[in-house]
């Protein structure tokens, strides 16, 4: 403790952050990255796998029913013109020229930095295996530099008749392809899109068991540690791993999680932290209302004192894709979308340009928000195709957050929670078995992995009830889980210390909003008069995953890593009343490791 009181946080960075990998993992995207890095990746959380079935399906997902109800119609249109009400723009079937609200023409290229990339297409990904060159085949590297030395020479007495013998063999299909290039297959090419985690929980169904899941995670997680992060398997015994995991996920889930980084991946070591608590201490705070606003879902919890409180947590079903659905639905009502095939359901090129646009021209402010935008058109593996238009009612999509309505149907059901129900009897037992030892891997690899009991006794979401979706607007959800507390002096602190994360969070307007829209949620008869959005002191889209590293570092000295049940004792014991040991110390050296 005296050294951690003394030591500069650079040097603390290049002592632990070296062989720590956080991983962030989320519906839509994994954030994923050495501790010691400023950010880490970002990568699409899907994997495209080679397929010989005939009828081909495009995508693996839970696409049990993409019909739009009478009803469902009715109540998008008058969450439509409510908040053109709110926004002083024509109603959905009101005429432009009729209306009397003075037109404003708002172009946003300045808003978002990427706009230099706004208007570029996709491109299809090449779906077969790279054929070696003289320069790659010798610089290949091999963990073992004796082999390394031997294949360099092998290659180099013989690359020409190899070269010569690949390039006249067939070319052959990857078996599979992960992150943005999986989004980018043709539809034409023999593969199938898997994403393993869906609205906040693995994407278990009748047509994508269990097993196929975590293999797909595995391979996925595999993948980039190797590839992008250059950790081969034989040197992950070197590296601990975090697990910042959102409140979505249940215990069974996270267990599975666990067993891949430890059993599969072969990480020496592991911790789970919540993302919500995370997100906190990644912007050097201990106390705030954390509202994580993803791909997929909204979460909203209170942190108080390095301590997350189970009764305030609220997950709402959407987010960031289905404000790019929403935004789809509003041009084709306007008619201002092209007359082309635009499908994100079979065409996941359509969904990576949707949330582009978004991206670059959504925003929430007054008036009538129009822009001229290209949009791009993918059919059948040809080139893409450029469409340029005038893109109108730009503000409306993002207000969908408080009026969810707008944002329906949901094309992606959740998963069946009769799969959790089937395993009660594990979620007891799990954390009292061993996990099998694997023949390949030696006894020193298995320090206790079973003995952390004593956190997930008190972990909140042993129950075995499905966890509770709520059915509300973003500002209600804020506005409830900071008044579930119970405590006044505690309530008027949150208030003020609410903390937007997500993708989302980079919304324009937003902040804004979101003040004003929870200060009229609150109830009269509530003795709060304020209401304050904390500016985040890093990219809101990896604030949790820096949080994660921030506490990796921080706590690495102590003998969490070496010693799983020391770690438990003096980690997070969420719902028993205790806080994180040291956590205003925690909180002052996060600050230092952030500003410095």
Same mark, same amino acid.
């Given at each position: 403790?005296?050294?951690?009181?003394?030591?500069?946080?650079?040097?603390?960075?290049?002592?632990?952050?070296?062989?720590?990998?956080?991983?962030?993992?989320?519906?839509?995207?994994?954030?994923?990255?050495?501790?010691?890095?400023?950010?880490?990746?970002?990568?699409?959380?899907?994997?495209?796998?080679?397929?010989?079935?005939?009828?081909?399906?495009?995508?693996?997902?839970?696409?049990?029913?993409?019909?739009?109800?009478?009803?469902?119609?009715?109540?998008?249109?008058?969450?439509?013109?409510?908040?053109?009400?709110?926004?002083?723009?024509?109603?959905?079937?009101?005429?432009?020229?009729?209306?009397?609200?003075?037109?404003?023409?708002?172009?946003?290229?300045?808003?978002?930095?990427?706009?230099?990339?706004?208007?570029?297409?996709?491109?299809?990904?090449?779906?077969?295996?790279?054929?070696?060159?003289?320069?790659?085949?010798?610089?290949?590297?091999?963990?073992?530099?004796?082999?390394?030395?031997?294949?360099?020479?092998?290659?180099?007495?013989?690359?020409?008749?190899?070269?010569?013998?690949?390039?006249?063999?067939?070319?052959?299909?990857?078996?599979?392809?992960?992150?943005?290039?999986?989004?980018?297959?043709?539809?034409?090419?023999?593969?199938?899109?898997?994403?393993?985690?869906?609205?906040?929980?693995?994407?278990?169904?009748?047509?994508?068991?269990?097993?196929?899941?975590?293999?797909?995670?595995?391979?996925?997680?595999?993948?980039?540690?190797?590839?992008?992060?250059?950790?081969?398997?034989?040197?992950?015994?070197?590296?601990?791993?975090?697990?910042?995991?959102?409140?979505?996920?249940?215990?069974?889930?996270?267990?599975?999680?666990?067993?891949?980084?430890?059993?599969?991946?072969?990480?020496?070591?592991?911790?789970?932290?919540?993302?919500?608590?995370?997100?906190?201490?990644?912007?050097?705070?201990?106390?705030?209302?954390?509202?994580?606003?993803?791909?997929?879902?909204?979460?909203?919890?209170?942190?108080?004192?390095?301590?997350?409180?189970?009764?305030?947590?609220? &997950?709402? +079903?959407?987010?960031? %894709?289905? *404000?790019?659905?929403?935004?789809?639905? /509003?041009?084709?009502?306007?008619? $201002?979308?092209?007359?082309?095939?635009?499908?994100?359901?079979?065409?996941?090129?359509?969904?990576?340009?949707?949330?582009?646009?978004?991206?670059?021209?959504?925003?929430?402010?007054?008036?009538?928000?129009?822009?001229?935008?290209?949009?791009?058109?993918?059919?059948?593996?040809?080139?893409?195709?450029?469409?340029?238009?005038?893109?109108?009612?730009?503000?409306?999509?993002?207000?969908?957050?408080?009026?969810?309505?707008?944002?329906?149907?949901?094309?992606?059901?959740?998963?069946?929670?009769?799969?959790?129900?089937?395993?009660?009897?594990?979620?007891?037992?799990?954390?009292?078995?061993?996990?099998?030892?694997?023949?390949?891997?030696?006894?020193?690899?298995?320090?206790?992995?079973?003995?952390?009991?004593?956190?997930?006794?008190?972990?909140?979401?042993?129950? &075995?009830? +499905?966890?509770?979706? %709520?059915? *509300?607007?973003?500002?209600?959800?804020? /506005?409830?889980?900071?008044?579930? $507390?119970?405590?006044?002096?505690?309530?008027?602190?949150?208030?003020?210390?609410?903390?937007?994360?997500?993708?989302?969070?980079?919304?324009?307007?937003?902040?804004?909003?979101?003040?004003?829209?929870?200060?009229?949620?609150?109830?009269?008869?509530?003795?709060?008069?304020?209401?304050?959005?904390?500016?985040?002191?890093?990219?809101?889209?990896?604030?949790?995953?820096?949080?994660?590293?921030?506490?990796?570092?921080?706590?690495?000295?102590?003998?969490?890593?070496?010693?799983?049940?020391?770690?438990?004792?003096?980690?997070?014991?969420?719902?028993?009343?205790?806080?994180?040991?040291?956590?205003?110390?925690?909180?002052?050296?996060?600050?230092?490791?952030?500003?410095?």
């Amino acid at each position: 403790m005296d050294y951690l009181k003394t030591v500069v946080p650079s040097q603390l960075i290049a002592e632990r952050g070296s062989n720590i990998v956080v991983i962030n993992p989320g519906s839509a995207n994994i954030r994923i990255g050495l501790a010691q890095h400023d950010t880490p990746l970002n990568i699409p959380h899907c994997i495209a796998r080679r397929t010989s079935q005939v009828p081909k399906r495009n995508v693996v997902d839970q696409m049990l029913n993409s019909q739009v109800t009478t009803s469902q119609h009715v109540e998008r249109e008058r969450a439509y013109d409510v908040i053109a009400s709110l926004m002083k723009i024509p109603f959905l079937d009101e005429e432009v020229a009729n209306n009397s609200f003075p037109r404003k023409m708002g172009r946003v290229d300045a808003f978002n930095q990427q706009n230099s990339r706004k208007d570029v297409a996709f491109s299809w990904t090449n779906v077969y295996e790279k054929e070696p060159t003289p320069s790659t085949a010798l610089g290949e590297k091999s963990s073992s530099s004796m082999n390394h030395g031997i294949i360099k020479e092998s290659m180099g007495q013989h690359r020409n008749t190899d070269i010569k013998e690949l390039n006249s063999s067939e070319r052959k299909f990857r078996e599979f392809i992960c992150g943005e290039e999986a989004l980018r297959v043709s539809p034409t090419e023999p593969y199938c899109i898997h994403r393993p985690i869906r609205r906040g929980h693995l994407n278990i169904s009748q047509h994508y068991p269990m097993q196929q899941v975590l293999e797909d995670l595995y391979a996925i997680w595999d993948w980039i540690l190797t590839e992008k992060l250059h950790i081969p398997r034989s040197e992950r015994n070197l590296y601990s791993a975090i697990l910042v995991l959102p409140e979505s996920f249940d215990n069974r889930e996270i267990k599975e999680m666990l067993s891949i980084v430890l059993r599969d991946l072969r990480f020496a070591s592991a911790v789970v932290h919540q993302e919500g608590l995370a997100a906190v201490f990644g912007n050097g705070l201990s106390t705030a209302c954390v509202v994580n606003m993803g791909a997929q879902v909204t979460s909203v919890i209170c942190v108080e004192d390095g301590v997350a409180l189970p009764n305030t947590e609220k &997950t709402l +079903p959407f987010g960031g %894709e289905d *404000i790019s659905r929403c935004l789809l639905w /509003t041009q084709r009502h306007h008619q $201002t979308w092209p007359q082309i095939r635009t499908d994100i359901l079979t065409k996941a090129m359509d969904l990576l340009m949707l949330n582009r646009i978004k991206e670059s021209y959504c925003e929430i402010k007054e008036g009538e928000i129009d822009a001229v935008a290209v949009v791009h058109s993918y059919e059948d593996g040809m080139p893409p195709g450029s469409h340029k238009t005038r893109l109108t009612a730009l503000n409306v999509p993002p207000m969908g957050l408080f009026y969810p309505k707008l944002l329906v149907p949901d094309v992606y059901p959740p998963p069946p929670r009769s799969w959790f129900n089937d395993y009660e009897d594990m979620l007891e037992d799990t954390w009292h078995t061993d996990f099998p030892r694997r023949s390949d891997i030696s006894d020193n690899f298995y320090p206790g992995i079973n003995v952390g009991l004593p956190m997930w006794e008190s972990y909140p979401v042993l129950t &075995t009830k +499905p966890k509770k979706e %709520e059915k *509300i607007g973003l500002a209600e959800a804020v /506005t409830s889980s900071i008044l579930s $507390t119970g405590r006044i002096d505690l309530q008027r602190k949150l208030f003020c210390s609410i903390q937007l994360i997500g993708g989302v969070a980079l919304t324009g307007g937003l902040i804004p909003a979101v003040e004003e829209r929870v200060l009229h949620a609150i109830p009269s008869n509530e003795a709060i008069d304020m209401v304050e959005v904390l500016q985040s002191r890093t990219n809101p889209t990896y604030v949790s995953w820096k949080g994660g590293a921030v506490l990796g570092i921080l706590d690495f000295g102590r003998d969490a890593w070496i010693h799983r049940e020391d770690w438990i004792r003096n980690g997070i014991h969420i719902g028993s009343g205790r806080k994180y040991k040291d956590s205003y110390f925690l909180q002052a050296q996060a600050m230092c490791y952030i500003n410095s």
